[in-house]
Nanobody, 128 residues
């Protein structure tokens, strides 16, 4: 059973930085076939995809609001290739929300906001 566990997050003032980690477990031996990414849900808003990374870690995509401020990457020190990092810089109050790690073999499910595997979420709060 595939499980995703997020860590990091917390509270920070605008302009600050935070890092989020997601560790996946239960992948089949060939874990290099899963896209992994981050979604967030702000209060009163729909969940949105903000960043994704392709299985080999060479291709990344970002939502427009976070481009140039957020960086998604795979933990190169992890031999199982199952840990991703979201580095968030120059945070803004509108970045506040619950951040969810997600995984899928089909990138289109990310675009449809319906990947099969989700973490429990971690809160990020940015104060003005």
């Amino acid at each position: 059973q595939i499980k995703l566990a997020e860590s990091g997050g917390g509270s920070v003032q605008a302009g600050g930085s935070l890092n989020l980690w997601c560790v996946a477990s239960g992948f089949p031996s060939n874990s290099g076939v899963y896209w992994m990414g981050w979604f967030r849900q702000a209060p009163g808003k729909e969940r949105e995809m903000i960043a994704a990374i392709e299985p080999n870690g060479h291709v990344t995509t970002y939502a427009t609001p976070v481009k140039g401020r957020f960086t998604i990457s795979k933990d190169a020190t992890n031999i199982f290739n199952n840990t991703i990092l979201l580095q968030m810089n120059n945070l803004k109050p509108e970045d506040t929300g619950v951040y969810y790690c997600a995984a899928t073999q089909d990138y289109h499910s990310f675009l449809q906001k319906d990947p099969p595997y989700w973490g429990q979420g971690t809160q990020v709060t940015v104060s003005a």
